[in-house]
């Protein structure tokens, strides 16, 4: 195998943010929810919906659900409804959901699969994880496939040394010429380099990193949503709470607590 086969597969991996086995009462509602992570859901029991835009899909039992990154959709159910979920990363280089290219939800009919999923779950087994974490392997396989051949993006030198700097600087404030500066081009040639390689505008990709760092750091809790609101450089916590409402669907105080209970 080649070096560069061996990073091919360095650059590909799935991270399980959070899992759980959970029953969900009429409580289960929310509009307009959009994350920067994947969600599966395999439904044990009961009715569910997911709406995406005009689109109707009703959930039940036996079958797999999964909510590519980005996608806006609202979701609720009338009674009880249980599910196993997944909330799962697929990071590219460039920084971006692999599951982000979809723009619509997905969903499988999957008796044996959510049956096989529901008896590991509980266990105490490596044998048993390894089993649930090739079956969500095997679950991403065949969404991408609907995708076509996706190609591995490699970037030049450049592009890396730009990437770095907004990683070391991030904030609403970082402007392309702080970036210039920092690498000693000008902020035309950073523009350039950026669109060229990335195929989207420098601005819009700091504020999607930003926000993506944002959501983690409300999800995992540790810092208040002022010190959040402080540490990438929002003008302030209300004006933080509105362009994360836009983003992901709810306030960051709400989206804290309904990660916190696992009601999402």
Not at 112 to 137: P, W
Not at 230 to 242: L, T
Request: with cysteine.
């Amino acid at each position: 195998m080649t070096n560069q086969n061996f990073e091919n597969l360095s650059m590909v991996n799935m991270e399980i943010l959070t899992f759980d086995d959970i029953v969900l009462t009429p409580s289960w509602h929310a509009e307009n929810v959009n994350s920067p992570f994947t969600r599966i859901y395999l439904v044990t029991d009961g009715v569910g919906y997911l709406r995406q835009g005009t689109t109707i899909m009703k959930m039940t039992a036996g079958n797999v659900y999964i909510i590519p990154a980005g996608i806006s959709f609202s979701h609720s159910c009338e009674d009880g409804f249980s599910k196993i979920f997944f909330h799962i990363s697929l990071k590219q280089p460039n920084g971006y959901d692999a599951f982000s290219q979809f723009d619509r939800c997905l969903s499988f009919a999957d008796e044996e699969g959510v049956q096989l999923i529901r008896e590991c779950f509980r266990a105490d087994s490596v044998l048993k994880i390894m089993q649930i974490r090739s079956y969500l392997h095997a679950l991403i396989c065949r969404c991408l496939t609907q995708l076509g051949e996706m190609k591995i993006s490699r970037y030049s030198d450049k592009l890396k040394k730009i990437q770095a700097v907004i990683e070391q600087n991030l904030s609403m404030n970082l402007t392309v010429e702080q970036i210039a500066n920092e690498l000693y081009i000008s902020p035309v040639t950073v523009h350039k380099i950026f669109k060229e390689e990335m195929g989207i505008p420098i601005g819009k990709y700091i504020d999607d990193y930003v926000m993506f760092h944002t959501e983690f750091e409300v999800r995992q809790g540790t810092l208040s949503i002022r010190e959040i609101s402080e540490k990438y450089g929002f003008c302030d916590q209300f004006y933080f709470s509105r362009r994360f409402s836009q983003k992901y669907g709810m306030s960051p105080m709400r989206y804290r607590k309904e990660q916190q209970y696992k009601k999402d």
